[in-house]
């Protein structure tokens, strides 16, 4: 298993925190579309299906922070096969 989801922790936590602050919080001017977003979800009017991917565009880097978090390392099976 942890081979399986040993690509989780291939990228560092900076690039991730980076991904996540920029998608998270753009666009920076007015209110976050996550946030809007996640405001809508909770209404129950995202069911437009541009409207889910934008959701889930918006909010990937924080998902996989979270699996990196719940999963074990798996480090060494991230590495770049060499031929």
Do not use: N
């Not at 989801?5 to 209110?31: D, K, N, Q, R, T």
């Not at 979270?66 to 096969?81: E, G, Q, V």
Request: glycine share 8%; aromatic share 8%; proline share 8%.
């Amino acid at each position: 298993m942890t081979r399986l989801l040993g690509w989780l922790h291939c990228p560092s936590w900076g690039l991730l925190v980076v991904a996540a602050v920029l998608l998270g919080l753009s666009p920076f001017s007015g209110e976050p579309h996550l946030i809007e977003k996640m405001r809508v979800l909770m209404r129950g009017g995202l069911v437009r299906p541009i409207d889910l991917l934008d959701l889930v565009w918006h909010a990937w880097p924080m998902a996989w922070m979270m699996l990196r978090l719940l999963t074990p390392s798996a480090a060494a099976h991230c590495r770049l096969p060499v031929r």
